[in-house]
Antibody
Framework: EVQLVQSGAEVKKPGESLKISCKGSGYSFTNYWIGWVRQMPGKGLEWMGIIYPGASDTRYSPSLQGQVTISADKSINTAYLQWSSLKASDTAIYYC???????????WGQGTLVTVSS | QSALTQPRSVSGSPGQSVTISCTGTSSDVGGYKFVSWYQQHPGKAPKLMIYDVSERPSGVPDRFSGSKSGNTASLTISGLQAEDEADYYC??????????FGTGTKVTVL
């Protein structure tokens, strides 16, 4: 069974750094793109970027380029999303998802709630 | 890219059909056969319902169908059931590994 398990909820202050994770199991982690999706409180889904763990090939949404870093450690089947300096506007649920094919996310993590508040 | 445009809400009685539209541009919906649809219940992760415009993943009821014409994709739910009440989002490939989601539609079963 394909599973993506994300790290737990985080509460941070503005300016702090953060790295959340997404661990894949039940499939060949290096052979599928992993995408990250943001959902701000009460809002819709927003595409952030994708990574191909087999080659660490990473692409970002133009609107989020430079604001986050996506990475992966294929030795432990885990993808990451990190911030160097959080803002209150980063408060959201962040989902990782496996791309079965182009624009088809067939398996999703349970989501990680990130709250940024002073 | 700007979000794809969806109606804010649609509703129908049990057994009826509802259709959700998803309007983009020739740079996304109109330019590729890579449109997917997701169902999201409150507090839950999204679930893939349709991909590649009209393909259904295994386990998704055949009451759900997708289509596309020009810059507009559509999701139709036939034989509406209570458990179909949820938010629905379209997503399109926009070239160069870029993707864009729709604004989301709340489906209400009356």
């Amino acid at each position: 069974e394909v599973q993506l398990v994300q790290s737990g909820a985080e509460v941070k202050k503005p300016g702090e750094s953060l790295k959340i994770s997404c661990k894949g199991s039940g499939y060949s982690f290096t052979n599928y793109w992993i995408g990250w999706v943001r959902q701000m409180p009460g809002k819709g889904l927003e595409w952030m970027g994708i990574i191909y763990p087999g080659a660490s090939d990473t692409r970002y949404s133009p609107s989020l380029q430079g604001q986050v870093t996506i990475s992966a450690d294929k030795s432990i089947n885990t993808a990451y999303l990190q911030w160097s300096s959080l803002k209150a506007s980063d408060t959201a649920i962040y989902y990782c998802a496996r791309l079965l094919s182009i624009a088809a996310c067939d398996s999703w993590g349970q989501g990680t709630l990130v709250t940024v508040s002073s | 890219q700007s979000a794809l445009t969806q109606p804010r809400s649609v509703s129908g009685s049990p057994g009826q059909s509802v259709t959700i539209s998803c309007t983009g541009t020739s740079s996304d919906v109109g330019g590729y056969k890579f449109v997917s649809w997701y169902q999201q219940h409150p507090g839950k992760a999204p679930k893939l319902m349709i991909y590649d415009v009209s393909e259904r993943p295994s386990g998704v009821p055949d009451r759900f169908s997708g289509s596309k014409s020009g810059n507009t994709a559509s999701l139709t739910i036939s034989g509406l059931q209570a458990e179909d009440e949820a938010d629905y989002y379209c997503c399109s490939y926009a070239g160069s590994y870029a993707y864009v989601f729709g604004t989301g539609t709340k489906v209400t079963v009356l």
